[in-house]
């Protein structure tokens, strides 16, 4: 797992306050962290913790003054950081550049870098593939879609 903080502000949908080009390269318990995880509280009865951990960066429900730890800032960080959770779950389950031979991909798509595309899928033209993408089988996406970095589409989806 390798993403800048912004990365991940982007995906779980915070206010980031600090440094976004932060490499995040673990995720981990408060208490387990180590340089380079990104970690989160729940809620106040943590705020204490912030100051032991050794975390690079720390999922928040609201800005931190004791620390000077990158802080990504949502409403919910136990909720934030399951998503977080499932994109690297679904990243280490995918086979990185492999179109599976029955998948059909329009000369005009534009592929991005680790991609995994599986059986029966169909991209249509002028679509764009983001990097680190996952396409289960028998999906299908349309003609000049765009589809982000760090995304999966499941099985049978159609867009």
């Known amino acids: 797992m390798k993403f800048t903080l912004k990365q991940i502000n982007k995906i779980i949908n915070g206010k980031l306050h600090g440094n976004g080009n932060l ?3 673990g995720v981990s318990s408060i208490e387990n962290s180590k340089k380079g995880d990104i970690t989160f509280i729940k809620d106040e009865r943590f705020v204490d913790k ?4 050794e975390a690079s960066a720390i999922v928040v429900h609201r800005a931190i003054e004791q620390t000077k730890k990158p802080l990504i800032i949502v409403s919910h960080p136990f909720l934030a950081f399951i998503e977080l959770l499932k994109l690297i779950s679904d990243q280490k389950q995918s086979q990185p550049r492999i179109i599976h ?3 059909t991909v329009a000369k005009t798509a534009s592929l991005g870098n680790e991609i995994s595309i599986g059986a029966n899928v169909v991209i249509d033209e002028n679509t764009k593939i983001g990097n ?3 396409i289960r089988p028998n999906a299908f996406i349309g003609k000049n879609c ?3 970095d760090c995304s999966t589409i ?3 989806v159609t867009i």
């Open 23 to 25: 490499l995040i390269t």
């Open 154 to 156: 499941y099985p049978n």
């Open 146 to 148: 765009n589809i982000g």
């Open 132 to 134: 680190n993408v996952t």
């Open 50 to 53: 912030i100051l032991k951990t």
């Open 101 to 103: 031979q029955t998948a």
